[in-house]
Nanobody
Framework: QVQLVESGGGLVQAGGSLRLSCAAS????????MGWFRQAPGKDREFVAS????????KYADSVKGRFTIFRDNPKNTVYLQMNSLKPEDTAVYYC?????????????????WGQGTQVTVSS
């Protein structure tokens, strides 16, 4: 059974940083792309970032480009999201997801396993 467990969320002031982690188990981690999505209250879930199975290709939403970095440690079966220069509009529940293939994509239907989410709150 595939499990994705996020950690690292919390409360931070605007301009601060957080690093989210997602530990994966139950499938061959190195075969699949990974992604991060987020959902703010009253809004649809949106794409944040994704990374290929090898880690060599990444994609970002325009709203986080230059501030967030996705990377993975394949021997540890873990994907990370480093978030810098946080803004109040980054407040959301952040979810990691495991892709159906090895190439990073932005559509949520391209991911077949999801974590439970971790809350990120950015105060102004």
């Amino acid at each position: 059974q595939v499990q994705l467990v996020e950690s690292g969320g919390g409360l931070v002031q605007a301009g601060g940083s957080l690093r989210l982690s997602c530990a994966a188990s139950g499938r061959t981690f190195t075969s699949y792309a990974m992604g991060w999505f987020r959902q703010a209250p009253g809004k649809d879930r949106e794409f944040v970032a994704s990374i290929s199975s090898s880690g060599g290709t990444t994609k970002y939403a325009d709203s986080v480009k230059g501030r967030f970095t996705i990377f993975r440690d394949n021997p540890k079966n873990t994907v990370y999201l480093q978030m810098n220069s946080l803004k109040p509009e980054d407040t959301a529940v952040y979810y990691c997801a495991s892709g159906r293939g090895s190439y990073p994509v932005q559509t949520d239907w391209s991911y077949d396993y999801w974590g439970q989410g971790t809350q990120v709150t950015v105060s102004s």
